[in-house]
């Protein structure tokens, strides 16, 4: 089994910065793609980042430019970084690991930004 917890969620005002960290943990084999997901309410859960385990990054147009998703050396942490947030950006965000066909959730950090 696969634990994934986030944190770093918080109130921030528009412009503000906020970063975000996912931990991974449990029965984990190998550096797996990892990526941020976001859902506000009343909307479909989307991508936000993600990254492979090759280290390649790809990005939601909505947030390119001012989002940056990164891991450490070990793998098994991943971070997302926000600037300029503005506040389309509230959501709940969530941490999403895929291994050997399964994708692992965690419960996700709320993000408030406001005006």
């Known amino acids: 089994q696969v634990q994934l917890v986030e944190s770093g969620g918080g109130s921030v005002q528009a412009g503000g910065s906020l970063r975000l960290s996912c931990a991974a943990s449990?029965?984990?084999?190998?550096?797996?793609?990892m990526g941020w997901y976001r859902q506000a309410p009343g909307k479909q859960r989307e991508l936000v980042a993600a990254?492979?385990?090759?280290?390649?990054?790809n990005y939601a147009d909505s947030v390119k430019g001012r989002f940056n998703i990164s891991r450490d050396n070990a793998g098994n942490t991943v971070y997302l970084q926000m600037n300029s947030l503005k506040p389309e950006d509230t959501a709940v965000y969530h941490c999403?690991?895929?291994?050997?066909?399964?994708?692992?959730w965690g419960k996700g950090t709320l993000v408030t930004v406001s005006s």
């Open positions: 990254i492979t385990s090759g280290g390649s990054t």
């Open positions: 449990g029965s984990i084999f190998s550096i797996n793609p």
């Open positions: 999403k690991l895929s291994q050997f066909g399964t994708d692992y």
